[in-house]
């Protein structure tokens, strides 16, 4: 009995000092609202307007877990696992990736962070930080659909994140192809910085990615949705290796008193398909340290010269209210005016508003929510 109680004491300290150095977080987003929209596509495919409760219309709602273990020395053991939901129904955003959002493991210490694993570029810490995105989140889709600043996975990745250097931050990224025979296929790389130092804030950066049978960009969906293209026609573009994707984007943000200001310009380029300049001003202004009144602008316009010579152009006009219950959660109110031209997409891309013979459309937004973060 003495020696079972004394090796139960031994393990309990053991395991007393082993959760003394590793910290693991639970956390997550639960955004869900009742949301309307007019123009869609009805059942006998005409105009229809629709009313529902809508998951994420600012945040995607996620759960996730993140843990850090003292390796001593001031190196780091990390890794972070989160998953995107459906609150209004339950199930995951995307299909059968469980942990879509991100999947890492990695080290930290005085020389910056590396992970491995799926996760986002620089472009998506900027888009969070720095423009309409930190605001009204997924209600500025249809103009960001290509531009990365909502944020795209980058599977089978290594990326490396420096310290803090008075207010700047670089980041590098790459991401395999995993294709046996031909490296370059499905392989995607980027870079950028964000400079963040009292009222100012800066940001820019790279992605480019190239097809490939198991291409680490998870973007190449939204550029065949968007364009309206076929993917055996997308397919046919390039072989392996070529490049599909190419994007820019550059921003700055400035705190003028309860104003924060912003704007951003950003450039994609899909090789012999088409090219889009996405332009951007906002402001988020505190009419009292609960209360934001939010406004922006987003303009859209491309060149899809690979196949018809179209120059569809999108503009979206956004307002909203954010009241902050507590730091944790707030009550908003959102609405949104978009205009297409020229067969412009406006809408959830995935199933956009009906447009007319001319290649016109528009569509209004409307949602009221709760939005609790733990």
């Given at each position: 009995m003495k020696k079972s109680?004394?090796?139960l ?8 000092a ?7 977080t639970?956390?997550g987003?639960?955004d869900?609202g009742?949301?309307y929209?007019?123009?869609?596509v009805s059942?006998?495919g005409?105009?229809?307007s629709?009313f529902?409760v ?5 945040d995607?709602?996620r759960?996730?877990f993140k843990?850090v273990e ?5 190196l780091?053991?990390l890794?972070q696992l989160?998953a995107?939901f459906?609150?209004d ?6 299909g059968?990736t ?5 999947s890492?493991?990695?080290l ?6 590396v992970?491995?694993?799926?996760q986002?570029?620089i472009?998506d810490?900027?888009g969070h930080q720095?423009t309409?995105v930190?605001?009204?989140g997924?209600f ?6 290509l531009d ?10 290594i990326?490396y994140?420096?310290p803090n250097?008075?207010g700047?931050?670089g980041?590098?990224?790459?991401g395999?192809?995993?294709?046996a ?5 499905g ?7 964000t400079?963040?130092n009292?009222?100012?804030?800066l940001?820019?950066g ?6 490939g049978t ?9 550029i065949?949705?968007l364009?309206g293209?076929?993917p055996e026609?997308?397919?046919a573009?390039?072989?392996?290796g070529?490049?599909v994707n190419?994007t820019?984007?550059l921003?700055?943000?400035y705190q003028?008193?309860?104003a924060r ?12 398909l088409?090219?889009q300049?996405?332009?951007?001003l ?5 009419l009292?340290a609960?209360v ?5 602008v987003q ?5 899809v010269d690979g196949?018809?010579?179209s120059k569809p152009k999108?503009t979206q ?11 944790r ?16 997409l406006v ?5 956009p508003?009906v447009?007319?013979?001319d290649?016109k459309?528009?569509?209004?937004s409307v949602?009221?929510?709760i939005?609790?973060?733990?």
């Amino acid at each position: 009995m003495k020696k079972s109680l004394i090796a139960l004491a031994a393990l309990g300290t053991i395991a007393g000092a082993a959760q003394a150095q590793t910290a693991v977080t639970i956390y997550g987003t639960v955004d869900t609202g009742i949301t309307y929209s007019n123009h869609n596509v009805s059942a006998n495919g005409d105009n229809g307007s629709k009313f529902g409760v809508g998951s994420g219309n600012i945040d995607t709602s996620r759960i996730g877990f993140k843990g850090v273990e003292d390796l001593g020395g001031g190196l780091k053991a990390l890794f972070q696992l989160e998953a995107g939901f459906n609150s209004d129904t339950g199930a995951t955003e995307q299909g059968t990736t469980l942990f879509n959002r991100k999947s890492v493991v990695g080290l930290g210490g005085n020389f910056g962070t590396v992970l491995l694993g799926r996760q986002s570029d620089i472009l998506d810490d900027a888009g969070h930080q720095y423009t309409s995105v930190k605001d009204f989140g997924n209600f500025v889709g249809s103009p960001h659909a290509l531009d990365r600043l909502e944020g795209t996975r980058t599977q089978n990745s290594i990326r490396y994140d420096s310290p803090n250097m008075q207010g700047f931050k670089g980041s590098v990224i790459y991401g395999f192809g995993e294709q046996a025979g031909q490296n370059s296929a499905g392989q995607s790389f980027g870079a950028g910085g964000t400079y963040d130092n009292g009222p100012l804030g800066l940001y820019l950066g790279y992605y480019q990615s190239k097809f490939g049978t198991n291409p680490s960009d998870t973007l190449v969906s939204n550029i065949v949705g968007l364009a309206g293209v076929a993917p055996e026609e997308l397919s046919a573009l390039g072989a392996d290796g070529t490049t599909v994707n190419k994007t820019f984007s550059l921003g700055a943000s400035y705190q003028a008193g309860p104003a924060r200001l912003y704007g951003n310009w950003s450039r994609v380029n899909v090789p012999d398909l088409l090219k889009q300049n996405v332009f951007e001003l906002g402001v988020d202004y505190a009419l009292s340290a609960p209360v934001h009144l939010l406004a922006a602008v987003q303009h859209s316009n491309m060149s899809v010269d690979g196949f018809d010579g179209s120059k569809p152009k999108v503009t979206q006009l956004n307002l909203g209210m954010d009241y902050y219950l507590s730091k944790r959660t707030d009550l908003y109110t959102l609405a949104s005016y978009a205009s297409g031209r020229n067969g412009g997409l406006v809408g959830d891309i995935a199933s956009p508003a009906v447009q007319n013979a001319d290649g016109k459309s528009n569509q209004t937004s409307v949602a009221v929510g709760i939005r609790h973060k733990f």
